[in-house]
């Protein structure tokens, strides 16, 4: 079945650029949505925003200004680029498949932002 | 941001039935079917549970049922057991924000 990784720095110093790379295994990228979701230590989910294979998005109006998600279909991964971070964007971090249901999620990833 | 609210805990005996209710408006979960729900055991992802309002993923146990009335979701869990206790998200299309998660519900099985 499809498996999601997230990859990428657990650490990023307050107004830096924060990167993360999502690989999909065991599927094709091709035909799917794949979205950014992430949840504050301790607090509850939010979505960050979608690509379609293709490369079109759709991002949360809270975060559209800072965020960039795309897509190498090549090597089957989407990525997440999050800049001008803050102590408030520190969150675990999660990909996972569709746009509206997210099913299955990969793992997560803890990002700190701290200098 | 908007989000959609939840009532913080609810608890069950082991074959009881519960109850999370998940209360939107009419931007989001009132105008729309693409209401899902998400188990989400301590330190681990959320797992996807229910999608479009009442629909069950395959493997998911049918002790598990959503449904919708005006602006408010709700998911249900019969037969309580052990392993239901976690937390429980609902989700939703919004018009105003795409998509919106609730405040979250913990669920203790006593």
Not at chain 1, 49 to 71: D, F, Q
Not at chain 2, 24 to 51: E, F
Request: glycine fraction near 10%; proline fraction near 5%; charge should be neutral.
């Amino acid at each position: 079945q499809v498996q999601l990784q997230e990859s990428g720095p657990g650490l990023v110093k307050p107004s830096e650029t924060l990167s993360l790379t999502c690989s999909v295994s065991g599927g094709s990228i091709s035909n799917y949505y794949w979205s950014w979701l992430r949840q504050p230590p301790g607090k509850g989910l939010e979505w960050i925003g979608y690509i379609y294979y293709s490369g079109s998005t759709n991002y949360n109006p809270s975060l559209k200004s800072r965020v960039t998600i795309s897509v190498d279909t090549s090597k089957n991964q989407f990525s997440l680029k999050l800049n001008s971070v803050t102590a408030a964007d520190t969150a675990v971090y999660y990909c996972a498949r569709g746009a509206g249901w997210y099913d299955p999620w990969g793992q997560g990833t803890l990002v700190t932002v701290s200098s | 941001q908007s989000v959609l609210t939840q009532p913080a805990s609810v608890s069950g005996s082991p074959g009881q039935s519960i109850t999370i209710s998940c209360t939107g408006t009419s931007s989001d979960v009132g105008a729309y079917n693409y209401v899902s729900w998400y188990q989400q055991h301590p330190g681990k992802a959320p797992k996807l549970m229910i999608y479009d309002v009442n629909n069950r993923p395959s493997g998911v146990s049918n002790r598990f049922s959503g449904s919708k009335s005006g602006t408010t979701a709700s998911l249900t869990i019969s037969g309580l057991q052990a392993e239901d206790e976690a937390d429980y998200y609902c989700n939703s299309y919004s018009s105003s924000t795409s998509y919106v998660f609730g405040t979250g519900t913990r669920v203790t099985v006593l």
